[in-house]
Each structure stands twice: as structure tokens, then as C-alpha cells.
């Protein structure tokens, strides 16, 4: 699931990603290359105190970059772990739903 973006692909989802509209998957890829991209991390920066900035007027604001990144991030494990948890839930009734009907089937043929 290792994605490694381009910087040009990485500058257009940033404002998706200041939207909140990536997919998880997406958000923690943007999350790594903006760690290890300076010019990519600048472009963030910029655009995330401006879209602060908006949103904010009356508030404190906190531009702390670094620290949104690590709560995006975790956000994102968060919201992906509890899909896998669903999905595996399905899978675990979905398997039950099976079995009975293969034994159920067994007993009427025997
Ligand atoms: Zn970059």
C-alpha cells in the first residue's frame, strides 16, 4: 500500500487535503511525502495558514503545521482501522452465513 507521490500530483491534493476530501490512503501518502519534501511542505504550509487563517478569524490560531500533520495522520490510521474492523466483521458473518447453509444442505441430501 506504499504510494509514493510526485510533487506535482502532491500540489494538486493539497487543497483536498486541507478540505478533508482524500481518501485515507491518500492522506497518509501526501502525510509522507510532505515529511521528506521541503518545497512540497512550504506549498502546504502557505496554504493551510491561509485556509486557517479564513476559517479562523476570531479564534486563536494555531499554525502549527507539524502538528496538524500528526493529527491528520492519526486521524487517517484511526478512520482506516475501523473500516478494516468492519470489513473483517462482514467477512467473519459472511463466512458463518456459509457454513450453516453448506451443513444445512449436507442434512437435507443425507
Ligand atoms: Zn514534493
Known sequence: MEETLSC???EKQIPMFLNKTL????TLALIEHI???KSCKEELTIQYMVSVGL???DEIIDLN???ELEKRKKEALRSLYKKD??????LGIFFVGVTIFCL???LIIL
Open 85 to 90: 474492523i468492519i470489513e473483517r466483521g462482514y
Open 35 to 37: 515529511k521528506n519534501c
Open 23 to 26: 481518501s485515507e490512503n491518500e
Open 65 to 67: 503545521v507539524d502538528k
Open 8 to 10: 506535482k500530483e502532491t
Open 55 to 57: 476559517n479562523n478569524l
Open 104 to 106: 444445512a444442505a449436507l
